[in-house]
């Protein structure tokens, strides 16, 4: 069966028959099937709004990813936003454009992504939107909610900060890799850091926050834009996961340049005051491994931006 | 110039630089260029969201739609919604997909017709995403604030309501097909009733309220789904602009039917208890002129569902 076969409305009816089954908490006010969805942050929270777009032939290919799989990193990547916000996720909506000749299968196996990464987070889908369109994409709104002021920012970096990541790098560009090269479809799913991102929210000495998405390298250019800083990365220290080395070798690849530049890996990058803890104490509470990889400095005055003029230590 | 000249990061940095020219209003805590936007409803206040897509060659031409008026439409349909929930709005972010061939002036007409809509109606735009695609879209999603449990709803249309909705109808079909009909470009641009939706908020006696996308006869539907109702509507007093009629005449188009089931009017259609304000006093209230349109009656019991079954005169 194909889209054109289930027409809107019987796919919206679907979509949701499958969303029902799920409970929905309390925030939701309302749900689905309105003009728009109601949701209730406690007392005292700001609201937290992000978007992000799958599209098909530049995120995902059918060839070598399995549907469920990219509803899952959908909604993944936008949660991994929310996260270096430092906040819990309310609930998110889903714009789907696809060919009416899209077979259904593949539109269930997308919502059953989702829905299942949205239920391991509790964040449920509120509303969405529907569109006839000449090829594929998924975009999510994700909406969350922070204690009023103390949202994370990618801006706070200061010379002298301490520089970290929590979990691995790489594992999503060796897979992307593994499976362009024929070697079955992408495996990986990210998991994003929320709990380790409200936890950094609560914490005191925290600079600059963000999630890696395009690559260690480029977001860590993010956190220094428009300041007179260099990040010193210690690339030895570079978490990756375990057999990467070899797996790298197997095809063909520098693992350090597939850990620096890969890229969806929606793992926190940030940086932390010296005073700030560290080590065993960092790692437990965020609840996740985190490695320290290097240190902010300043950078030579009068040089204007930083980076990546100023200071990139290419390792 | 093309996108593909401009590249991703100069794409952000020119829609940014055009967007700083207005004022950020109080509510927007953290807009773009961090992982996620913040924003801060009033103590007390629910949230509601809304998402919209706009499709090239499904919901716009660049053969027959000005670029600016395709983004003020974009913009209009989201806080359509948020009327429709009795919501002011806080903010919105865009997701913009586009072929790397794309001239950068349309993107740059698009998002002035945005922007433009963004500043008469308070909704900064506070993030976004962008991607390539074979064909242009603009997915956005509107967040907007109302009082705690004030949301208006599709729900609660009774027996004995009048059926009432703001403004005209129509309009934007007979628009679109004067320009398909190679009349010049499309130049309608809805007015999201975003005070008629507030006052309703507060007004006593409302039933059930919707904006009126998909058109009258649809969106009555939706209104009567579920319930053991059906619509009594007069089509002598369907409100359509001036000189409505002799227009649809020269096009071959019979006015009661393009009225009827054109869409994109984006007024709101609402049912009302006998007891509440009517006439004059009601389109005061609502800052806007409000027109009967007839009753909503009961709908023989057994026969389940009562529309379209039950009872729809068609005129």
């Known amino acids: 069966m194909r889209l054109r076969d289930l027409g809107e409305f019987g796919l919206i009816a679907r979509i949701l028959r499958t969303a029902a089954r799920r409970p929905s908490p309390a925030s939701v006010v309302v749900g689905p099937g309105d003009d728009a969805a109601v949701l209730r942050p406690a007392p005292g929270e700001d609201v937290v709004v992000t978007t992000d777009a799958l599209v098909e032939d530049v995120h995902f290919r059918w060839r070598t990813d399995a549907p469920r799989a990219i509803g899952r990193r959908a909604l993944a990547a936008n949660l991994s936003d929310l996260a270096a916000m430092g906040a819990r996720p309310l609930g998110f909506v889903l714009a789907l454009a696809a060919p009416p000749s899209l077979p259904v299968r593949r539109v269930d196996a997308l919502v059953a992504g989702l829905l299942h990464e949205a239920a391991r987070h509790g964040c449920p889908l509120v509303g969405g939107n529907l569109s006839a369109a000449r090829e594929t994409s998924l975009t999510l709104t994700a909406i969350g909610a922070v204690a009023r002021g103390r949202a994370l920012s990618r801006a706070g970096a200061r010379a002298g900060d301490r520089i970290c990541v929590t979990g691995t790098l790489g594992g999503a560009a060796l897979d992307r890799a593994r499976a362009e090269r024929g070697r079955g479809q992408t495996r990986h799913v990210p998991e994003p850091r929320l709990s380790a991102g409200r936890a950094l929210a609560r914490l005191p000495g925290v600079g600059g926050v ?74 437990r509470r965020l609840g996740v491994a985190v490695t320290e990889i290097g240190r902010l400095r300043a950078a030579a005055p009068g040089r204007g931006r930083s980076f990546p003029a100023g200071g990139w230590r290419h390792f």
């Open 210 to 283: 963000i999630d890696v998405s395009d690559g260690l390298d480029a977001d860590l250019a993010h956190l220094l834009e428009g300041r007179r800083l260099r990040a010193e990365v210690d690339a030895a220290r570079l978490p990756v996961p375990r057999g990467f080395g070899a797996a790298c070798a197997r095809l063909g690849l520098d693992p350090e340049r597939v850990a620096r530049t890969g890229g969806e890996d929606y793992e926190l990058l940030f940086t932390l005051r010296p005073s700030a803890p560290g080590g065993a104490r960092l790692s």
